[in-house]
């Protein structure tokens, strides 16, 4: 098994939902679970904490505590929550599985206040809109309108903020116009943490080549989603032959530096061709049949994720 960095998944979400102990040792029912995780020889996953489109029983700000009390509760001596590249790479050689805190739609954000309330939670990486318009901006649409526009005032402060203090800006559900801006304005490298080609299949959710481009320039790089819809127009299924179309096109357009893995596990449904961490090993193999070199497939597995983490971090 190859080591890797999961740049996105839902899981603490759907652990959250469960009328039982809040866990994320063992969930069968899951894609993702600490068991998996740890026997897939996973380096760091990153945990998203996501702003449910549903009206909650409590407020955003209570849900988010909830959802990293799940976390944390999860936490143990082969299970830590690394801040920085060096806790990451001290955890590996220990054999520790890192996890790491993203907040996917920062909806709670009113002030920079509050995203220095975020960051003192342990959040290092921020997905600045979901699928509706917060605070700081416009999400993807097919809505023409809406994806032109860009970020708001305290959008682009909060970019500003996030590149001082040491946080990765994930631009995965923003709109284009909301891109551009960061694009224009970031100092940092800055990423799509689970986000395909645009090329490849026409869906919003998915980077024209000239953001993969932009994205490439910056030092970041996007995280290949797993998501059927995202990978083919055909079907709810998809094929490993799907993952490497987009993959190559990532590569060919941002370079071998650009690519990196954002499964969307448990946000994604369908018959899935990679389904659980314990499969990704089936990616890796079908890159080097494609021709692959064992550091290409190294860069997109961890070492890129690893150098825009020492960059941002």
Partial sequence: MIPYIDLHCDTLTEV???????????????????RRLREADVMAQFFAVWMSDVELEWSDWTHIERLVSILQGSLSEDFRLALSVEEIEKHAEEGVLSAILSLEDCRVVESIDDLEKLYTMGFRSYGLIWNYANSLGFPNSRDRDVMQRGLTKLGKEAVEWLNASGALVDVSHLSDGGFWDIAQMTKKPFVATHSNARALTDHPRNLTDEMIRAIAQSGGVAGINFCPAFLSEKSERNFLEDHVAHLNHMKNVGGEDFVAIGSDFDGVSGELAIDS?????????????????ERQIQKLARDNVLRVLREVW
């Fill in 277 to 293: 961490p314990l499969a990704m090993q089936k990616l890796f193999d079908a890159l080097e049949k494609e021709g692959w070199s």
């Fill in 16 to 34: 959250s939902k469960m009328n039982r102990e809040f866990s994320l040792e063992e969930q069968p029912t899951l894609q993702v679970d600490l």
